[in-house]
């Protein structure tokens, strides 16, 4: 499975950005798709991620009520949607993805990573 993230960029705070995860190469079956961001200096945490079906999401509590992700299965595409940013949500944003059928939370129940895009807020 190959992953390409895309959609970053800079936003002032308060604004809006949606990143999109686009899939290839996978075989058949569900996969969850998750997001991860790293700030500099940080290590990698946990975003929010979403079932093959779309009916089940999980998000960090960080940006819970901000944040919201969702997927288009017709165009193998998952999306993050991110509002009311904050300059502590600048960082590095991975998508990645595992072969089941439960959301997953942790970066290494997952198989396949994204290469990142970079999302800034100033202030």
């Known amino acids: 499975v190959q992953l390409q993230a895309s959609g970053g960029g800079l936003v002032q705070a308060g604004g809006s950005l949606r990143l999109s995860c686009e899939a290839s190469?996978?075989?058949?079956?569900?996969?969850?798709t998750g997001w991860f961001r790293q700030a500099p200096g940080k290590e990698r945490e946990f975003v929010g991620s979403i079932s093959w079906s779309g009916s089940n999401t999980y998000y960090a509590d960080s940006v819970k009520g901000r944040f919201t992700v969702s997927r288009d299965n017709a165009k193998n595409t998952v999306y993050l949607q991110m509002n009311s940013l904050k300059p502590e949500d600048t960082a590095v944003y991975y998508c990645?993805?595992?072969?089941?059928?439960?959301?997953?939370?942790?970066?290494?129940?997952?198989?396949?990573w994204g290469q990142g895009t970079l999302v800034t807020v100033s202030s």
């Open positions: 190469g996978r075989a058949l079956g569900a996969y969850v």
């Open positions: 990645a993805e595992r072969k089941a059928t439960r959301v997953v939370v942790f970066a290494h129940q997952y198989d396949y």
